[in-house]
């Protein structure tokens, strides 16, 4: 029997919006050195919302599952909305993940808000990144600071 829930089976065996947006306006790479695991998100922004967002992912169920579901809840959000997701809400919309399973969620997270850094480091013309991204937040290859961020919250994990 799986430890995942059948709401996360759904977005592992069929997930949704993978691919890679080309010409895309923002692009977030990220990795865990700790499993290995490594998650890009590209996204597309119309008039300072996101249009589209498509993933790929190489990595364990939950992280294939939390792209999935991070691609699904930021479409149609503006910058500033897209912000607000948190690992746990991705969690939390997959019904929730087992706890040595939450750091993978972290991933979701930070290649989100690396790809809307992205998008701001491409288009000065969107202004300046709202609070809640900063230079240094988002890492666009293991190496970077949220790798140290997912290694400390994979405690205990595989
Ligand atoms: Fe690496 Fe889930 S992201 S084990």
């Known amino acids: 029997m ?4 059948t709401k996360v089976m759904e977005h592992f065996r069929n997930p949704q919006n993978v691919g890679y947006i080309e010409n895309a306006d923002g692009v977030g790479k990220v990795g ?4 290995g695991d490594i998650m890009e998100l590209t996204i597309k922004v119309n008039d ?3 249009a589209d967002a498509k993933f790929r992912t190489f990595g364990c169920g939950a992280a294939i ?7 699904e809840m930021v479409k ?5 909305e897209a912000l607000a997701i948190s690992n746990r809400a991705v969690a939390e919309a997959l019904g929730g993940l087992p706890s040595i399973k939450m750091h993978c969620s ?3 997270e930070q290649a989100l808000k690396s790809a809307i850094e992205d998008y701001f480091a491409k288009h000065p013309e ?5 609070p809640g991204i900063k230079a240094g937040d988002a890492c666009a290859a293991p190496g970077g600071k949220c790798v140290l961020d997912t290694a400390k919250s994979a405690e205990g994990a595989r």
């Open 32 to 35: 865990n050195p700790v499993c």
């Open 76 to 80: 149609g959000k503006t910058i500033p």
């Open 106 to 108: 972290v991933l979701a």
């Open 126 to 130: 969107a202004g300046t990144p709202p």
């Open 48 to 50: 300072g919302k996101i």
């Open 2 to 5: 799986s430890a995942y829930n």
């Open 65 to 71: 599952a939390t792209s999935s579901m991070v691609t």
